[in-house]
C-alpha cells in the first residue's frame, strides 16, 4: 500500500511559478510509474505529466508542455513537478498518482492517489 501526499500548491501570479512534490511511502517507490493529474470545479480530470519507474522516459499534456516539468528523486521517495509560465487556466487541484506494471509511461490505471493539493494563478 503506498502513501502518496502532496505539497507546494499554493496562490501565485500569472507568469510565475511554482514546484508540487509528491512523497511516497509505504511501498517501493522505484518500482512504480508515477503521474501528476489536475482537476478544476466543473471539469474532467487531465493528464498533466507522467514519468515512469526509472525516470528517463516523460510525457506531457498539450496544455502545459514546454512550460512544467515533471521529475523523481527515487532515492527520497519523491515526485515533482516544475511549474513555470503559470497561466490562470492551470488553477486546479492537482494530483499525484502512483501505477505498477509498465517500465514506460502510465497513461491510465493508476492504483495510488494523493489527496490533492490547490493551485491559484490570479490573472
Known amino acids: 500500500q503506498v502513501q502518496l501526499v502532496e505539497s507546494g500548491g499554493g496562490l501565485v501570479q500569472a507568469g510565475g511559478s511554482l514546484r508540487l512534490s509528491c512523497a511516497a511511502s509505504?511501498?517501493?517507490?522505484?518500482?512504480?510509474?508515477m503521474g501528476w493529474f489536475r482537476q478544476a470545479p466543473g471539469e474532467e480530470r487531465e493528464c498533466v505529466a507522467l514519468?515512469?519507474?526509472?525516470?528517463?522516459?516523460?510525457y506531457y499534456g498539450r496544455s502545459v508542455k514546454g512550460r512544467f516539468t515533471i521529475s523523481r528523486d527515487n532515492a527520497k521517495n519523491t515526485l515533482y513537478l516544475q511549474m513555470n509560465s503559470l497561466k490562470h487556466e492551470d488553477t486546479a487541484v492537482y494530483y499525484c498518482?502512483?501505477?505498477?506494471?509498465?517500465?514506460?509511461?502510465?497513461?491510465?490505471?493508476?492504483?495510488?492517489w494523493g489527496q490533492g493539493t490547490q493551485v491559484t494563478v490570479s490573472s
Open positions: 498518482a502512483a501505477g505498477g506494471g509498465t517500465s514506460g509511461v502510465k497513461f491510465s490505471g493508476y492504483d495510488y
Open positions: 509505504g511501498g517501493t517507490f522505484s518500482a512504480y510509474a
Open positions: 514519468i515512469s519507474r526509472s525516470g528517463s522516459s516523460t
